[in-house]
């Protein structure tokens, strides 16, 4: 697992169809958005997160995340962005700072290289936040 900096995210250009953004509020796991290498947009965010509810243990395993992600509640009630230029900037955009006593750097999201078995195994130990996950073996 590795912790990238919002710049290495962008310049590094991982996969698109390995990064995934999600959410934790008060332990409850939601989907915000993923990128897709597609010929007519970058990524997908949902509209409304809080309709995004993933199971606890949706991490357990790459199609146990996809399928979890794909029938959650608001899944299609999202937008598509524009192909441009910087996807990864403009995905960032979208998804909240790290946080520490109500402050925050506007260039300083969490943003986790990692595999299915590492994010299983940390799961339970993050915190509310929003996050960036590049996923080596997700799709």
């Known amino acids: 697992m590795i912790r990238l900096s919002d710049a290495v995210f962008i310049s590094s250009e991982p996969d698109c169809d390995s990064v995934i ?6 332990g409850e796991y939601y989907f915000l958005g993923w990128m897709e290498d ?6 997908v965010m ?6 995004n509810l993933l199971d606890r243990d949706c991490f357990s395993d790459a199609n146990s995340l996809y ?3 794909i029938s959650c509640d608001g899944y299609n009630d999202a937008y598509l962005s524009a192909k441009t230029d910087n996807p990864y900037s403009d995905f960032l955009s979208n998804i909240k700072c790290y946080e520490r006593n ?14 299915m078995d590492e994010i299983y195994s940390i799961s339970d130990a993050l915190r509310d936040g929003d996050y960036v996950f590049v996923i080596d073996d997700f799709r």
């Open 21 to 26: 953004a999600i959410r934790i509020k008060n």
């Open 38 to 43: 597609a010929e007519n947009y970058n990524y």
């Open 46 to 51: 949902a509209k409304h997160p809080e309709e």
């Open 67 to 69: 399928c979890n992600i």
């Open 102 to 115: 109500a402050m925050s750097d506007a260039d300083d999201h969490d943003i986790f290289s990692l595999t």
